[in-house]
């Protein structure tokens, strides 16, 4: 995130240089929370990777819906942490669901005007297969195709 324009560039050139493409940049997303905050935060952070793709050349950013997070510890990463801490909204799911759909209303925007695919990788608890991210696509354009005209129109 924090390379500059020059930097940016710089690598973009050496991968093609290489015949090394940067097939795509993929941070740890998760725009499942219910703290707003937490939410926006995360937004943002996939906006700036969408932009990072887009200037490497990257045809695709690969988020994920909901992500419980690494804990680095003298410099390994280690799951056992955040797997073990308990769900702090165990009855949210529905929510956790539409916080999700709504950001990626919003960040499918954004990569469509850089210019970059958003892939959404299924990945738990908020997408466990396949299916569930194909429902997220349609209800996705369901809204920006059709709904988002009407609710503007008025």
């Given amino acids: 995130m924090d390379l500059s324009r020059d930097d940016r560039k710089e690598l973009r050139d050496l991968a093609e240089e290489l015949d090394l493409p940067i097939t795509a940049v993929s941070p740890n997303s998760d725009l499942s929370s219910h703290i707003p905050e937490h939410r926006e935060a995360m937004i943002c952070y996939v906006r700036e990777c969408i932009k990072l793709a887009r200037d490497l050349g990257s045809p695709i950013c690969?988020?994920?819906?909901?992500?419980?997070?690494?804990?680095?510890?003298?410099?390994?990463?280690?799951?056992?942490?955040?797997?073990?801490?308990?769900?702090?909204?165990?009855?949210?799911?529905?929510?956790?669901?539409?916080?999700?759909?709504d950001s990626l209303k919003e960040l499918s925007k954004c990569a469509e005007d850089q210019g970059v695919v958003l892939a959404l990788q299924n990945h738990a608890p908020v997408t466990m297969d396949y299916k569930d991210v194909l429902k997220f696509i349609e209800e996705v354009i369901l809204i920006l195709r059709f709904i988002q005209p009407l609710i503007e129109e008025y």
Avoid: Q
Wanted: proline share 10%.
């Fill in 62 to 101: 690969k988020i994920f819906a909901a992500w419980p997070g690494v804990v680095v510890r003298d410099g390994l990463g280690h799951y056992e942490y955040t797997r073990s801490l308990p769900e702090p909204f165990p009855d949210w799911s529905g929510e956790r669901w539409d916080n999700v759909r």
